[in-house]
């Protein structure tokens, strides 16, 4: 069962009790659908990870949904996120991943903060992560973010140039190339969903077959998760389904 929060979101504190009371509920909610989908697919319900995105929500929200089991977490605005990564750095076992347009001024606390990178798209951009990650981190996670068809936005590598930048990525020290991830043009239509998706992964088996090892899909949000884990996502990157309407519509 899915919770819309929208309606209980309290502008003025931010919060209401009823809203956190709901995260643990449509968490494990997420996590059914989930298992249903691989088990559909024929796949290991473990071979897909749950990412919840919590752009636009306080760190209580993060907690609460820690509490209840959660270990990873996506974000997207550099300067929304370090206050929250700071206020939760004592939290034993939280994974931060960064989903969100990453530009060349923003990479080195983005390098220094974070355990996964999934925008990843051009080389200055790999470059500056790698020579900015501190020596004393383990290398940083990274995904590169392929562009398929009419995305919006200008995000993301085009096919043809991706072989040139796994290669590059892969002679960086201090990242780690664990595989691609794409963010199609929102639309209803199953099939739809899926030829995106299985564009992705095609993409990610020839890497593979050339002897490359991914091991990550980052493919599939709250719309379009189970038509993703159909077509081989190995990590789901769900907001809405979990936490609710965002408080700020432009986030
Ligand atoms: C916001 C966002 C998500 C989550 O979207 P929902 O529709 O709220 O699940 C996933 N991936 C990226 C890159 C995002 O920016």
Known sequence: MFIDLSAIHDTHTGMTRATLEAIPQ??????????????????NPASVRLLAVSKGWPAEVITTAYEAGQMGFGENYLQEALPKLGALKHQPGLIWH?????????????AEHFDWVHTVDRERIAQRLSDQRPVTLPP???CIEVRLGDEPGKSGVMP??????????TGLPQLRLRGLMCIPPPTAEVAAQRSGFRRLRELFDALNHQGHRLDTLSMGMSGDFEAAILEG??????????FGTRPHKDL
């Open 26 to 43: 449509n968490l494990a909610s997420v996590r059914a659908r989930i298992k249903a989908a691989a088990l559909q697919a024929n796949r």
């Open 98 to 110: 960064f989903i969100g347009a990453l530009q060349a001024n923003k990479t080195r606390q983005v």
């Open 140 to 142: 940083l996670n990274v």
């Open 160 to 169: 043809e140039a991706l072989a040139a930048l796994v290669q590059y990525i």
């Open 233 to 242: 996502s190995t990590m789901v990157r769900i907001g809405t389904a979990i």
